[in-house]
């Protein structure tokens, strides 16, 4: 079985600092690992991937993540937030066999001016 | 690429009515497409996953003849809600996959928040 956990339910910046955004996942296979963002009232739009090439995964509008087998981790990171990165972002894990998605809980990233 | 468009994006209607929503994957084949459902504040849930040509997949739980899925073609889902009900009010999102490996992204629609008064 495969599942992700998000340490982080609500993670709140300033404007122009760094953003990180913690997932950890549990996976009997080598994972495929994805961050969706998700706007009100909006679909997921996916930010980036990891599928077992390179660890430190860059995606848009600046975002990476950087897979950490010994930790199980799959943190998100962006150098220098901006207000339009308010949103509730899903750490997200693919079953290899039937393809299906399991959802970490999500985490709702607010942005001070 | 890979744009998914979902429609309608919002309906209200009476209890009783049934209420069709149409996925469509516009620059790409999908040969799965996914529904689910998203409860407020709360992460997405898996309700059936749809093969074209072929019968949805339900999760447990799900009554697959209240939630009718039909998959015609490699572009086109639709998840029609039979007979709905105040507590069918919901934000549906459906989801199709481009390519048939887990490491390649399933790619969302937008949404259809159904009200049902």
């Known amino acids: 079985a495969q599942s992700v956990t998000q340490l982080d339910s609500h993670v709140s910046v300033s404007e122009g600092t760094p953003v990180l955004l913690r997932c950890n996942y549990s996976?009997?296979?080598?994972?495929?690992l994805f961050w969706y963002v998700q706007h009100p009232n909006k679909g997921l739009q996916l930010l980036l991937k990891?599928?077992?090439?390179?660890?430190l995964v860059k995606g848009i509008n600046g975002f990476e993540a950087e897979f950490k087998k010994s930790e199980t981790s799959f943190h998100l990171t962006k150098p220098s937030a901006h207000m339009s990165d308010a949103a509730e972002y899903f750490c997200?894990?693919?079953?290899?066999?039937?393809?299906?998605?399991?959802f970490g809980a999500g985490t709702t990233v607010t942005v001070r001016a | 690429g890979a744009v998914v468009s979902q429609h309608p994006s919002r309906v209200i209607c009476k209890s009783g009515t049934s209420v069709k929503i149409e996925c469509r994957s516009l620059?790409?084949?999908?040969?799965?497409m996914f529904w689910y459902r998203q409860f407020p504040k709360q992460s997405l849930m898996l309700m059936a996953t749809?093969?074209?040509?072929?019968?949805?997949?339900?999760e447990q739980g799900v009554e697959k003849d209240k939630f009718l899925i039909n998959h015609a073609s490699l572009t086109l889902s639709t998840l029609t809600v039979t007979s709905a009900h105040p507590e069918d009010s919901s934000f549906y999102i459906c989801?199709?996959?481009?390519?048939?490996?887990?490491?390649?992204?399933?790619?969302f629609g937008d949404g259809t928040r159904l009200s049902i008064l």
């Open positions: 996976s009997s296979y080598s994972p495929s």
């Open positions: 620059d790409f084949q999908a040969t799965t």
């Open positions: 749809s093969n074209e040509g072929s019968k949805a997949t339900y």
């Open positions: 997200v894990v693919s079953d290899p066999d039937d393809y299906k998605l399991s």
């Open positions: 989801s199709a996959q481009q390519g048939a490996t887990s490491n390649q992204p399933q790619h």
């Open positions: 990891y599928t077992s090439a390179a660890t």
